[in-house]
C-alpha cells in the first residue's frame, strides 16, 4: 500500500513512518501542506495519513484541501486529543482517525485498511450514483422519485421532453396533481400498493403538459426499501401515446366496415351486447330496426357492381345523418344494415325506420333509384335478444312479401 504521510512534528512523523512500515506500507513523507497537494499532483497513493497541525495549514482547512485533490483516495487523520477529535466530529471526509499516543500499537495498520475500504466503497457508490444519475438524465423515460406520501423530489430530464415543464415547477408537489382528473385515484391507488412495499402492475395514466394536452404513460411504482420501511418510490412512465392511438385506430379499422365506413358485424354484435346489458341493468328497452336494399342483385347485375357500391355508400350516408350520437348504426350482412336504437321504443323506433325509408327514396343523384325495406323489433328485458333480432328480420321479410318500400 502506498501512503503519503503528511506531519510536521519530527517525533510524530518518526512514530507514523514506523509504524507504516511495519505494516509494509511504502511510504512518502510531506512535512507541509503545499508539499503533499504537489505530491498528490504527480504521484498516485493508496491512502493518506496526515495531522491536524501543519505549518501552512490548520484543523478543518487540512481534510477540506487534501479531500479536494484526492476525493477518491482513503484519509486517516492523526489527533491529539479531545480537541481535534472534536474539529473531526461533523467532518464525513476523514475515513479514520488514530490517537497519536498509539501509533505504536496495531491501531493504525487496522484503521489504514478499514479507511481503504471505506473510500473503495465510498467511490463505487459515488460511481454507481452517477452512472445511475447518467442512466436517468438519458433514458426516454419520464424517472421520478417521490416521498411516500407521494410528493415530488426529483425528476429527469425526460420529463421536460414529456410535459413541456421545467422539473423545478414540480419539485414538492404532489405527484397525481400531473394526472387527468379521472386517473388520480388509479394512481392513488398505486402509491398506496407501493408504500405498502409491494409492487403493483404498470398502468396507463394520463399526464398533463404545459400546453394543455395529455399524453399517456404507462406508469410503474417502484418502492425503495431500507431496512424493512419505504424511504421513497420511484416512478416510471414510458410514453405510450402514439401506441395507444395506433391500437385505438387499429380497434376502429377492425369494428368498421371498410366500403361505408359505418359499423361492421363485429362491432354490431358488441353493440347489441353492450346496450342490452345496459339496458338490462337500468330496466330500459333496445329497439333494434334491420334494412335490406330491395332487389340489390339486379342493381349489381343491371348496372355493376361499382353503382351497387355507390348505393351501399349513399344508404349508409342516409343512416349516418339520422342516428342519434348514443345511437350504433353498422352493416349487419352483405346488403344489410342494422341499427342499435338504446332508449327508444316501438313507435319511435319505427319512426326512424320510416325516416331512413324516405330518405333513401329521395336518393336522385345515383344512375337508379334504390329502395329499402326495413323491419323493427324491442327487446325488453327478460327476452332472448337472438329471437328480437330474428323477429325484426321476420317482419323485414315481411315488408319484402308485402310489396317493398315500407317499414313493418
Known amino acids: 500500500m502506498r501512503v503519503l504521510l503528511v506531519e510536521a512534528p519530527q517525533a510524530d512523523v518518526q512514530a507514523a513512518w514506523e509504524a507504516l512500515t511495519t505494516c509494509h506500507c511504502e511510504v512518502v513523507h510531506a512535512g507541509r501542506l503545499d508539499t503533499a497537494l504537489a505530491c498528490l499532483d504527480v504521484e498516485p497513493f493508496d491512502a493518506l495519513v496526515s495531522g491536524l497541525h501543519l505549518p501552512d495549514a490548520d484543523g478543518r482547512d487540512v481534510v477540506r484541501l487534501l479531500r479536494g485533490a484526492a476525493p ?28 497519536k499516543s498509539q501509533l505504536a500499537g496495531p491501531l493504525l495498520e487496522r484503521t489504514l485498511r478499514q479507511a481503504v475500504e471505506r473510500s473503495r466503497l465510498g467511490t463505487g457508490l459515488a460511481e454507481s450514483d452517477a452512472r445511475l444519475r447518467l442512466i436517468q438524465d438519458h433514458a426516454p423515460v419520464l424517472i421520478c422519485t417521490l416521498t411516500p406520501d407521494g410528493r415530488v423530489t426529483s425528476l429527469n430530464r425526460a420529463f421536460q421532453t414529456m410535459t413541456e415543464y421545467s422539473p423545478a415547477e414540480w419539485v414538492g408537489e404532489p405527484f397525481t396533481q ?6 388520480r385515484a388509479v394512481a392513488t391507488n398505486l402509491l398506496h400498493r407501493a408504500r ?18 395529455h399524453l399517456i404513460g404507462k406508469f410503474t411504482a417502484v418502492p425503495v426499501v431500507h431496512r424493512g420501511d419505504v424511504t421513497e418510490i420511484m416512478g416510471i412512465a414510458l410514453d405510450v401515446t402514439e401506441l395507444r392511438q395506433l391500437e385505438a385506430r387499429e380497434r376502429d379499422l377492425s369494428r368498421t366496415d371498410y366500403l361505408t365506413g359505418l359499423a361492421n358485424r363485429r362491432a354490431c354484435e358488441e353493440a347489441v351486447a353492450r346496450e342490452v346489458a345496459r339496458a338490462s341493468r337500468e330496466n330500459a328497452s333496445v329497439v333494434f330496426a334491420l334494412f335490406d336494399i330491395d332487389e340489390f342483385k339486379t342493381v349489381n347485375d343491371t348496372h355493376g357492381h361499382l353503382v351497387g357500391d355507390a348505393v351501399l355508400r349513399a344508404v349508409a350516408g342516409v343512416l349516418k345523418r339520422a342516428t ?55 327487446w325488453t328485458r327478460g327476452q332472448d335478444v337472438a329471437a328480437v333480432l330474428d323477429r325484426a328480420d321476420r317482419r323485414l321479410y315481411d315488408a319484402k312479401r308485402a310489396g317493398r318500400n315500407r317499414v313493418c
Open 324 to 378: 342519434r350520437p348514443f345511437d350504433i348504426a353498422g352493416r349487419w350482412a352483405g346488403d344489410e344494415f342494422l341499427a342499435v336504437l338504446p332508449g327508444a321504443d316501438l313507435q319511435g323506433a319505427s319512426l326512424f325506420a320510416e325516416r331512413i325509408r324516405a330518405g333513401v327514396n329521395a336518393l336522385d343523384a345515383l344512375p337508379c333509384r334504390p329502395t329499402i325495406s326495413a323491419g323493427v323489433a324491442e
Open 196 to 213: 405498502q412495499g409491494e409492487a403493483p402492475p404498470s398502468f396507463d395514466l394520463r399526464m398533463a403538459t404545459k400546453s394543455g394536452r
Open 72 to 99: 477518491d483516495v482513503a484519509l486517516v487523520v492523526l489527533v491529539n486529543g479531545n480537541g481535534d477529535a472534536a474539529i473531526l466530529a461533523d467532518d464525513d471526509g476523514v475515513h479514520g482517525c488514530v490517537p
Open 178 to 183: 400531473l394526472l387527468h382528473a379521472d386517473d
